[in-house]
């Protein structure tokens, strides 16, 4: 009998920590940054690394222009 009372207590332990963290079903939504998408970006000049003016015109392509901002993690 201790050994099923045992079993059972170590069962419920495991069985609580199993599951998921947060249970609640609503998500939060972050506030909305930055540029609604299809608009365009307003214009800018910045210096790349070489410490020449780059603006949105010179980076342009024939098929338009990507920024992506990249954060290394071991920065």
Do not use: H
């Not at 050994?3 to 170590?10: K, R, V």
């Not at 299809?38 to 098929?63: I, M, V, Y």
Request: hydrophobic share 45%; net charge positive.
């Amino acid at each position: 009998m201790r050994q099923a009372a045992t079993l059972l207590f170590l069962f419920s332990i495991i069985a609580n920590g199993v599951g998921p963290a947060n249970t609640s079903t609503e998500k939060s939504v972050p506030a909305s940054i930055g540029l609604p998408v299809g608009d365009k970006a307003p214009s800018f000049t910045l210096r790349d690394q070489f410490d020449r003016a780059q603006s949105n015109e010179t980076l342009k392509g024939a098929k338009g222009t990507i920024l992506l901002f990249f954060r290394s993690a071991d920065w």
